[in-house]
């Protein structure tokens, strides 16, 4: 199975910059991935890491460490509208081609003030 | 607008009962997935369809079922509703190469 961590709330001031972690654990890695999930709304594509590094993505930076089970959304010049949850996922080894279904975390709230 | 389409977005039944949700995923994605959020709770991953056969199954009650059209459009069927079946219901279609879902509006089912 999978087991994912993230911290349940941060808060951060506008303008700011945020890390929020995310440590995994599963039997075989095959891509993490980073949503945002605003309110009672659906959550939205981020950013996706299966090579070791960072990716950047204009505000939001994405970090990964493969051999650690260890990645960090990265979010700079915070801005109210970032005020959302941040949810981790995992995509498993066994889980590719028509099967690709993603393991989510519990997500990370963040509120973003002035 | 992510181009998966859920109804409805809203549902308010009693206990007992039995409801169907819907899902249209985007154009030319034939995977379907559907999880559940409950309050304060992540994402729960139920089941997924693959151009209409059951590709892999997560943590679906026995009083859940769900298919896939021809049409590819997908329906869980929830039925002995309980209380605690209370929760918003996503629906996803996936991006063949990278595996990113791409997520309805979701359906919030309240259970009286």
């Known amino acids: 199975g999978q087991n994912i961590d993230q911290p349940t709330e941060m808060t951060a001031t506008e303008g700011a910059i945020v890390q929020i972690n995310c440590t995994y654990q599963?039997?075989?890695?095959?891509?993490l991935f980073w949503y945002q999930q605003h309110a009672g709304e659906a959550p939205t594509f981020l950013s996706y890491?299966?090579?070791?590094g960072l990716e950047e993505k204009g505000r939001f930076s994405s970090f990964l460490s493969r051999s650690k089970g260890y990645s960090y959304l990265l979010l700079k010049e915070l801005q109210m509208k970032d005020s959302a949850s941040y949810l981790c996922?995992?995509?498993?080894?066994?889980?590719?081609?028509?099967?690709?279904?993603?393991?989510f975390g519990t997500g990370t709230r963040l509120q973003v003030t002035l | 607008d992510s181009g998966v389409t859920q109804t409805p977005k809203h549902l308010i039944t009693a206990t007992g009962q039995r409801v169907t949700l819907r899902c249209s995923p985007r154009?030319?994605?034939?995977?379907v997935y559907w999880y559940q959020q409950s309050l304060d709770q992540g994402l729960q991953f139920l089941i997924q369809?693959?151009?209409?056969?059951?590709?892999a199954k997560g943590n679906i009650l026995e009083r859940f079922s769900a298919q896939q059209f021809p049409d590819l459009h997908s329906e869980l069927n929830l039925s002995s509703l309980e209380l605690g079946d209370s929760a918003l219901y996503f629906c996803?279609?996936?991006?063949?190469?990278?595996?990113?879902?791409?997520f309805g509006e979701g359906s919030r089912l309240t259970v009286l």
């Open positions: 154009s030319g994605d034939l995977s």
């Open positions: 996922a995992v995509r498993d080894l066994r889980d590719t081609g028509t099967a690709s279904k993603l393991t």
């Open positions: 369809y693959y151009n209409g056969e059951e590709r």
């Open positions: 890491n299966v090579l070791d």
């Open positions: 996803a279609s996936s991006v063949q190469t990278t595996g990113e879902l791409f």
């Open positions: 599963t039997s075989g890695f095959n891509g």
